[in-house]
């Protein structure tokens, strides 16, 4: 049996680095090339669907995204190509890859099922305040990304949340943002010798600013009397982007308004309440709306 000289393996190795090399320089280029032409890519087509008022908001990561996973897939296909690696073939054996790691990673494939199906039915924007109380713990904040795997929120203390697709569409949520006004509801009790007149007229002056809406219009309704207190209830409207502003701001003008009008008027209790679904109260001024 013939055995090869050192001279003739010397031959071969020079034989196949002058087939190969080329071809193996060539790949490189075209990676590093097509990582930098990706990368110069997709930051542009962010940077003009930011100043594209026609494109939703909530499109445009994932949008961005799709062209940056469709260049890694084009790249990886010219390097092969370019070593020499029939792609087809490989495509065949990448298909029945992907199809076991599917299987092995059907919560991934849930988050990008519930990403799509979050993305079609809009349930929320970008920019809503959204609240899943049912989630343990409860999760709550403003909607920063809507991504192909994740959802990324922001608290109201400034913390960053990173929520899973599949938890955001299988829980029951509340979007805080999606219409365009929200009802406060103020319970208010007072002595029973205050003049009730008086006090329904100074808590409609005082829910005429700017901050409250003009429709529906602000009303002033008495919850109970007792021998000792008269119980009220003051409703109004504001826009979501000031609610919390409202809420907690009117608290105390309630206060120094009804304390201004003498001293039986004195509030001995202001709470901000939350009408029951058993109420049949808000579901009148809802029809009322329209």
């Given amino acids: 049996m013939d055995t090869l000289n050192p001279t003739d393996l010397t031959q071969i190795f020079v034989n196949w680095a002058d087939v190969f090399l080329p071809r193996l320089l060539g790949a490189l280029v075209i990676l590093v090339g097509g990582l930098a032409a990706i990368r110069w890519l997709s930051r542009g087509l962010g940077r003009v669907l930011a100043k594209t008022p026609r494109i939703d908001a909530t499109l445009q990561p994932i949008l961005t995204s799709a062209v940056r996973y469709a260049g890694f897939v084009l790249v990886l296909i010219l390097v092969l190509g370019q070593l020499g690696i029939e792609t087809t073939s490989l495509l065949a054996v990448l298909g029945a890859a992907g199809l076991a790691i599917g299987l092995a990673l059907q919560g991934t494939l849930s988050n990008i099922a519930a990403g799509l199906m979050l993305l079609l039915l809009r349930p929320f924007r970008v920019g809503d305040f959204i609240e899943m109380p049912t989630v343990v713990p409860g999760i709550s904040g403003w909607v920063k990304e809507i991504g192909l795997f994740t959802c990324s929120l922001q608290t109201y203390e400034g913390l960053f ?10 829980a029951p949520l509340k979007n805080h943002s999606r219409h365009p006004s929200r009802m406060i509801v103020f319970s208010i009790r007072l002595p029973a010798a205050a003049d009730e007149k008086r ?28 021998t000792e207190t008269l119980q009220l209830s003051l409703t109004c409207w504001t826009s979501p982007a000031r609610f919390a502003h409202v809420a907690h701001t009117l ?11 003498g001293p039986e008027f004195r509030p001995q209790q202001i709470a901000r309440t939350i009408p029951t679904d058993a109420d049949p109260s808000r579901f009148l001024v809802e029809g009322a709306r329209g």
């Fill in 251 to 261: 608290v105390e003008s309630i206060r120094s308004k009804l304390v201004g009008l």
């Fill in 199 to 226: 006090v329904r007229e100074a808590l409609l002056t005082l829910v005429q600013g700017a901050d409250i809406l003009p429709e529906p219009k602000p009303s002033v309704s008495v919850e109970s009397v007792t």
């Fill in 161 to 170: 949340l990173f929520v899973p697709n599949s938890v955001v569409w299988n």
